[in-house]
């Protein structure tokens, strides 16, 4: 019987480990939004930072989860999804190229 609970916590413990998304896999999946193409790099320092490179030479470098969905929203409401050519972030401003040319900045 201590056998048979052993085996259902261990189950359990895998599947639920499994079923839940880390930050890094939510970097992940908007990295390929951000691009949309692949994606020839993707990294995470040990202080947080992300870094992803896109194969057609975009770069972003994303300090918190906090700017990587500001980045997902503007790719969807200024760039129509076709995917960020280049962005920064500064005190007050966004400033961003989607991949179709377009040239953005606006305030925070």
Not at 36 to 41: A, D, H, I, K, S
Not at 62 to 73: K, V
Not at 78 to 88: A, W
């Amino acid at each position: 019987m201590k056998r048979l609970g052993f085996i259902a916590l261990a189950v359990t413990a895998v599947t639920s480990g499994c079923a839940s998304n880390t930050q890094q896999d939510n970097f992940r999946e908007a990295s390929f939004e951000l691009c949309n193409t692949e994606v020839e790099l993707y990294s995470v320092s040990d202080d947080g930072r992300v870094r992803i490179v896109c194969a057609d030479g975009s770069k972003f470098a994303l300090t918190s989860e906090a700017t990587l969905q500001t980045m997902r929203d503007i790719n969807i409401d200024y760039c129509h999804g076709e995917g960020l050519g280049k962005f920064s972030e500064s005190r007050k401003y966004y400033s961003f190229k989607c991949k179709s040319g377009t040239l953005l900045s606006i305030s925070k």
